[in-house]
């Protein structure tokens, strides 16, 4: 009754009426589960082979428009089909939705049958496959951080986004008589999310009003991009089944501190870390140091799958625990990238640079590509930095804009030559549409600002 099953589970399930619909889902551009919902009999007969897509599903923005300039698929082209093909390794029951399984697809090109290139679990499946012939699984975990209001989607949606009070009045970092409080929203979504197989670690408190940390075990690659992205779909399900809203966004209120989603990551090599040596310095191996020299050198051509929208970068400001700088230091919060574990079997490197709205394959995908560039290279790493880099003007900075970013993830030789040019191009239109889209808007802090005084 817990966790993955199998085919022949989903059968007996089917049977026995314990479940009668299975989504079937694609994971879009944003990181969001898109998909159908099948009668298990129908999905049984032959959906679990395969069914169809409109491919604009892979170029639209978060309000689902289809915006001019992509190659792959556009108006000019008729948005024909892509296939969609299950994974069955992660057909699963979604315990918090009555009788109901899930499984996540890769997708296919409708006419040449290979994998579409610009697909998010495609471009992170090509980098495993890149660690994998040079000897090394790729190990990784997501934080998950989120804010829950007292009032629901609906409601909120209704009163114009405006009425924004969250579930409590103070900080609540790793506070146990607030967090007793949200047990009924945090409790089901551990429990529920370790029944569909998600390995969730812990629930805590965040330095906010109304912040949550969700931390799910290290996994391979592939399947912590998975577990990511089910568990910000049940979070925001769950909360809403409870009358609350669950935001992803990473800086709602310009005098709050933000929500990140920190990448932990490691390579293993013949079952063991790859980044541990027993006798160097912080047990770091050359290995890791390479690893981490990479990430350095790279920051700025993968920021954008790190901070994906406008508001991405509202995030970046000193004293807030979101870091400012590319520069790694050892178990110090004010850093780009930070080493945990030092001195035991258990070494690795933590990104802080990732917001909550992050898509987990093409930020995994992208952390992966740098790393692996920064060991075939053979980098050298420089030593860590020690104290507040916040303060630190001779360090350069995280490119603080989505025009920067976009600047760097279309100038970059290293992304095009891993991902593929089609690829990069393709999501720097991303890019480019939310840039538009936010340029094009009256915000209510101009008309406030100058509808009188200008």
Known sequence: MIGLMTLDELNDAAVNDEIDTVLVCLIDMQGRLMGKRFHVSNFLDSAHEETHCCNYLLATDLEMATPEGYVASSWEKGYGDYVMKPDLFTL????????????????VDHHNHEPVPHSPRQILKAQIARAEA??????????????????????????????????????????????TREEHVMRPIRNLLVK?????????????????????????????????????????????????????????????????AHIHQSLFKDGANAFHDGAADLAMSETLKSYIAGLLKYSADV?????????????????????????????????????????????????????????????????LAAGLCGIEEGLELEPPVNGDVYAMDEIDEIPHSLPAATNALRASAMLRAQ????????????????????????????????????
């Open 92 to 107: 699963r029951r979604v315990p918090w939705l009555e009788g109901t399984a899930l499984v996540l697809c890769d997708m």
């Open 134 to 179: 040079m000897g090394f699984t790729p190990m990784m975990a997501t934080e998950l951080e989120f804010f829950l209001f007292e009032k629901s989607f609906d409601e909120i949606r209704r009163g114009g986004f405006r009425d924004l009070t969250p579930i409590s009045g103070y900080n609540e970092d790793y506070n146990i008589l607030q967090t």
């Open 303 to 367: 920021t954008f799958f790190l901070a994906p929208y406008i508001n991405s970068y509202k995030r970046f400001l000193p004293g807030t625990f979101a870091p400012t700088k590319i520069a790694w230091s050892v178990d110090n919060r004010t850093a780009g990238y930070r080493l945990v574990g030092d001195g035991t079997k258990g070494v690795r490197i933590e990104c802080r640079i990732p917001g909550s709205d992050i898509n987990p394959y093409l930020a995994c995908a992208a952390q």
């Open 419 to 454: 991902f593929g040019t089609e690829v990069v191009d393709h999501y720097t239109r991303c890019a480019e549409v939310e840039q538009e889209a936010f340029d094009a808007v009256v915000t209510d802090w101009e008309i406030k600002r100058g509808f009188e005084r200008a």
């Open 196 to 260: 569909a197989g998600v390995p969730v670690e812990n629930t805590k408190g965040e330095a906010e009003t109304g912040q949550e940390e969700l931390n799910i075990r290290y996994a391979d690659a592939l399947a912590c991009a998975d577990h990511h992205t089910l568990a910000k779909q049940a979070v925001k399900e769950i909360a809403d089944q409870q009358g609350h809203a669950a935001s992803f966004l990473p800086k709602w209120h310009h005098k709050k501190v933000g929500s990140a």
